[in-house]
């Protein structure tokens, strides 16, 4: 891991046309990176790290990405 490292990862995750994620985080700790932020689904998420693990092999990460719940609306919002 050089010093370029974070932003290589987060080049790729938003070059990388299956991915394109721009939301996500990319820092550096003291066991290597931690990938961070919030996506809509849980395969959206194995996708990322998948990619992160494929471009950069030699790299150990952390993954701290959550899923945000976003479902329909169960009840019709009130305008004032």
Known sequence: ???YTEAE???AL???LGVAEQGITVVRADTGL???GEVESPHRRDEIV???HERFPGVAF???IGV???GAPTEAEELA
Do not use: H, K
Request: charged share 35%; hydrophobic share 50%; aromatic share 0%.
């Open 1 to 3: 891991m050089n010093d």
């Open 68 to 70: 945000t719940r976003a």
């Open 34 to 36: 931690v990938l961070g």
């Open 50 to 52: 998948r990619l992160v």
């Open 14 to 16: 938003a070059e990388d």
């Open 62 to 64: 952390a993954v701290d």
């Open 9 to 11: 990862v987060q080049r």
